[in-house]
């Protein structure tokens, strides 16, 4: 089955989110568990933590982390309030009943790629042994400079450091597209399926954000877009519903809202993708 959903607004409490996903038939969704703006912890009141899990019954629900947060960084100030503020996300999904945290792999800020792999094997080791309970996805980059994990190799060299069955991928399309995997084709998905597989493990393939990009095949660029309205295009989510690897599983959409589309038609269209790829509708 196709689990899918939006990342969902946590305004007036984090039970909003599952509040919301379930009004909307959602099977998964994911939220903030702390300001996405700020390094400060977030105190999740008990009646709110219980009235979350209470909505969340039967709907995937996944966190992602703020985007501050730079694990593979050499700045030892970030680094140590990157890892403060996974172990804080953490015990947040633990208290809420959230499986797993998707956290971006960052930038080296120049010390090249092997540093910024052992800094962050380095960091999820540490938060691992803080808090049990709860796993990590590590999310593909986009290719911008000085990143770290835009090549499913070094997602999975980090994961096989960690050597934790609590690490695993967050497949995001357009940081994929961004980062030069051609996924607008059949041959184009069956290589970066072969390197997930390969590389990660399809059993690590906890999350697949399901975003267009908004701007070209290998632009380093971290720019969603609408679904079907993008360099992606209808063409290559049909191309990436019709590989097995993609038939099955947990998509979440960061898609805009504006003028162009908004969630529902952005549902609407991934609903048309898969009947058109002879699949069933999501959530059902």
Known sequence: MIRAGFHMSVAGGMYNAPAEAKS????????????????ASTEIPGPDAEKFRALSKGINSFA?????????TSNPDVYVKSLAMLKDNMSNC???GVGNVVIHLGSHLGKGVEYGKERTTELLKKALDSVDGVGILLENSSGYKNCVGDRMADIG?????????????CLDTCHAFAAGYDVRTTEGVERLADE???????????????NDAKFE?????????????GNIGEKGFRCIFSNKLFQEGNFVMETPEDEVSDDLRNM????????????????S
């Open 217 to 229: 095949l290998g632009s380093g660029l971290d720019r969603h877009w609408h679904i079907g309205k």
């Open 196 to 210: 997930v597989k390969g590389h990660v493990g399809k059993e690590r393939l906890g999350l697949v954000h399901l």
């Open 268 to 283: 609407a269209e991934l609903q048309k993708i898969l009947k058109l790829c002879g699949l069933g509708p999501a959530n």
């Open 94 to 96: 633990r208290k809420l």
């Open 64 to 72: 992602h982390i703020p985007y501050l947060c730079n694990p593979s």
């Open 24 to 39: 909307r038939n959602y099977l998964a969704f994911q939220l903030f568990a702390s300001s996405p703006r700020t390094w």
């Open 157 to 169: 060299d980090i994961i096989d450091r960690v050597g934790s069955k609590r690490v695993g991928l």
